[in-house]
Nanobody
Framework: QALLVESGGGLVQAGGSLRLACEAS????????RGWFRQAPGKEREFVSW????????DYADSVKGRFTISKDNSKDTLFLQMDNLRPEDTAVYYC???????????????WGQGTQVTVSS
């Protein structure tokens, strides 16, 4: 059974950068869209960005536009999230997800990774 496995989280100072990766392992996902979501303590899971797996069409939450960049490597079946100019409010567990329609609603994504912690200190 294919799994989504995130990596790249960590602790960084405000203004710094991190690059998250999400690799599909153990098989191939046939999903049309993959995305990134995040969840801070005591808050609901929120949309960050999604990308269509074929042509690379993207969408971003307003809170990350201009700072985060989503990308993909189809040959490695891997999704990336480049996060620049990080802020303390970006602190959360970041999850990758796979689905069939580009959507900001986490309920539209049936497949999820286990998450990776991103902590931004002020």
């Amino acid at each position: 059974q294919a799994l989504l496995v995130e990596s790249g989280g960590g602790l960084v100072q405000a203004g710094g950068s991190l690059r998250l990766a999400c690799e599909a392992s153990g098989g191939t996902f046939s999903s049309a869209v993959r995305g990134w979501f995040r969840q801070a303590p005591g808050k609901e899971r929120e949309f960050v960005s999604w990308i269509t797996w074929s042509v690379g069409r993207t969408d971003y939450a307003d809170s990350v536009k201009g700072r985060f960049t989503i990308s993909k490597d189809n040959s490695k079946d891997t999704l990336f999230l480049q996060m620049d100019n990080l802020r303390p409010e970006d602190t959360a567990v970041y999850y990758c997800a796979a689905g069939y329609v580009g959507s900001p609603d986490p309920n539209d994504y049936p497949y999820w990774g286990q998450g990776t912690q991103v902590t931004v200190s002020s």
